[in-house]
């Protein structure tokens, strides 16, 4: 790293109150300004915008194309209004606040990691069939593999005088918190926040980035223009979009979404006796695969049919197979894994696909009738669980479950005997 072409600017010379009066970016409080959106997309909820891509076209491609790719949002989508006067502030328990503008943090070394982002209610809809539970609704397809080009956020600290695979600063800190501009109604109005512990954002094998690049172009409105967080291998809810600012703190963020939200309870919780504080934020994603190649129930052609779909565990973890039946779980075959061939925009870098998906593929003969079932195996030698019910939790998150479509063949055609 050159430190001559390092520009961070103390926030005396700057001064707070300028920061406030002229961000250069800013929540609106309306939808009159949300930016356009693909037609293909299943819409979940209009206002805020959360959509998925239909499921055969999630996995015709290793690297989702941005506009196929989910939209999971709590607000009105950020406008920019002045990108020269848009800076990332970072403060806290750090000897000299400052901030970053655009042009300072392309000046940091750029690094592509290929990572899938999903949404921990990925699958809700399937859980919501055991029992009720509260959010939004999402199909099979809430996450989505893309190239992320940025700054890591090792390199980003390490401005203000944290070094390298620090886990305490020296004023305390152990934890990063990420602040946005958008306006979220279950923040009473105020900006979306988490946090990720200090060890993490300093190690630079974890990734984090600073990204304003997604699959090769300039980050979109939906994805948090101009510069977002991305967190491989955790929850989506850790990678705040819009960033504003950082702030070294000595507790995990106190906000919503890390505090009342995104944790998992047993079966056994329920609303009237959840206790929030008994548990952690999710943070890291458990393995998960899905069958894209046909929706819940659908009609097949007779002969042999391509079963596909997708498999990816969380913390780095690789996918070691994906096991797939096609009598309900009594017998399985190993699937073959296919991706990468004319990869876009791949990194440099042979390991960054720890944190990225793998497209599964397997050809099968199914009877008349049949459920077929997909199951993954992480690096860890981690399942999937065998049932929903076993998973069950009052806000539908991390539904992981054995993935079961019902298939039936279409008759044969005898009529022109
Ligand atoms: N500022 C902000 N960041 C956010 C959110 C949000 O609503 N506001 N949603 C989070 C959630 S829950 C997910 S799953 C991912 C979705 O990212 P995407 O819309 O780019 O797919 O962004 C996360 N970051
Ligand atoms: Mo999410």
Known sequence: ??????????????????????????????????????????????????????????????????????????????VVDDIKRYHVFIGGLIEKPGQLSMDDIRKLPKYNVTATLQCAGNRRTAMSKTRTVRGVGWDICALGNATWGGAKLSDVLELVGISKLTAVSSLGGKHVEFTSVDKCKEEKGGPYKASIPLSQATNPEADVLLAYEMNGEILNRDHGYPLRVVVPGVIGARSVKWLDRIDIIDEECQGFFMQKDYKMFPPSVNWDNIDWSTRKPQMDFPVQCAICSFEDVDVVPPGKITVSGYAVSGGGRGIERVDISVDGGKSWIEANRYQKCGVPYASDDINSDKWAWVLFKAVVDVPEKAEIIAKAVDSAANVQPEKVDDIWNLRGILNTAWHRVQVQRTPVANSNL
Not at 38 to 58: D, M, S, W
Request: net charge positive; proline share 17%.
């Open 1 to 78: 790293m050159r430190p001559e072409a390092l520009r961070f600017h103390p926030l005396e010379s700057i001064g707070r109150k300028e920061k406030r009066s002229m961000p250069g970016i800013n929540g609106p409080s309306d939808y009159s300004r949300e930016p356009p959106r693909h037609p293909c997309l299943r819409i979940n909820a209009k206002e805020p915008f959360n959509a998925e891509p239909p499921r055969n076209a999630l996995v015709s491609s290793y690297v989702t194309p941005t506009d196929l790719f989910y939209k999971r949002n709590h607000g009105p989508i950020p």
